[in-house]
């Protein structure tokens, strides 16, 4: 199977938002929003993947209904659902950004993490190699502020840091490049809203 993925164009900076979304919520669409505006990001795509290999999947609802969940917490026309991980076989980032990489030619793609993941960044199969192929930008998480800055990999780049007052140059600057934005937080998580649900 060919994985459809959203629309794309040489030279388009999109960011890419990865994760179970398991339940979608509020807060996402906040990092999505602040992604938009401070890197001025063409469009952003929500990845919802098949399952966090750093987590149990064994009661992962569907990606088609994790995808019809985030189009009801987040309406704006540049952000894109995607569950072409499945379609690919990707268990991984680095497999996903290989992929997008070889079949998207000429796009400026920029990875979007929350704080709370770059703790455990390091983790992450082939962590340097994501970090030298596509940019990072963090998004500041309740909790996870000062922690965040002093993590295994932000130590590894903490060279290949830009000033937060240079967000907007991220999608142009060659990796490793890696830029930690503050904004407003939600306190909120998909492990709080699972548990609440129970």
Same mark, same amino acid.
């Given at each position: 199977? *060919?994985?459809?993925?959203?629309?794309?164009?040489?030279? /388009?900076?999109?960011?890419?938002?990865?994760?179970?979304?398991?339940?979608?919520?509020?807060?996402?669409?906040?990092?999505?929003?602040?992604?938009?505006?401070?890197?001025?990001?063409?469009?952003?795509? !929500?990845?919802?993947s098949?399952?966090?290999?750093?987590?149990?999947?064994?009661?992962?609802?569907?990606?088609?209904?994790? *995808?019809?969940?985030?189009?009801?917490?987040?309406?704006?026309?540049?952000?894109?659902?995607?569950?072409?991980?499945?379609?690919?076989?990707a268990?991984?980032?680095?497999?996903? %950004? @290989? #992929?997008?990489?070889?079949?998207?030619?000429?796009?400026?793609?920029?990875?979007? /993490?929350?704080? @709370?993941?770059?703790?455990?960044?390091?983790?992450?199969?082939? !962590?340097?190699?994501?970090?030298?192929?596509?940019?990072?930008?963090?998004?500041?998480?309740?909790?996870?502020?000062?922690?965040?800055?002093? +993590?295994?990999?932000?130590? #590894?780049?903490?060279?290949?840091?830009?000033?937060?007052?240079? +967000?907007?140059? %991220?999608?142009?600057?060659?990796?490793?490049?890696?830029? #930690?934005?503050?904004?407003?937080?939600?306190?909120?998580s998909?492990?709080?809203?699972?548990?609440? +649900?129970?």
């Amino acid at each position: 199977m *060919i994985p459809r993925l959203p629309p794309h164009a040489p030279d /388009m900076r999109i960011g890419l938002f990865g994760g179970s979304f398991n339940p979608p919520h509020d807060g996402h669409a906040l990092v999505s929003r602040i992604a938009l505006t401070r890197l001025k990001l063409d469009r952003l795509w !929500w990845i919802v993947s098949p399952g966090n290999p750093l987590k149990d999947a064994g009661e992962l609802p569907s990606i088609d209904a994790r *995808i019809a969940a985030a189009k009801k917490i987040l309406r704006d026309p540049r952000v894109a659902f995607t569950g072409f991980e499945a379609d690919i076989n990707a268990r991984f980032t680095c497999d996903t %950004l @290989d #992929y997008l990489h070889a079949h998207c030619p000429g796009v400026r793609f920029v990875w979007i /993490m929350g704080a @709370d993941n770059l703790l455990q960044f390091h983790r992450w199969r082939r !962590w340097r190699e994501i970090a030298r192929t596509t940019p990072i930008a963090v998004i500041d998480r309740p909790g996870a502020t000062l922690k965040a800055m002093s +993590a295994k990999a932000a130590v #590894y780049f903490g060279n290949a840091r830009l000033p937060e007052s240079d +967000a907007a140059l %991220l999608a142009a600057t060659p990796p490793p490049a890696m830029v #930690y934005l503050h904004g407003p937080r939600l306190e909120r998580s998909s492990t709080e809203l699972r548990a609440g +649900a129970r």
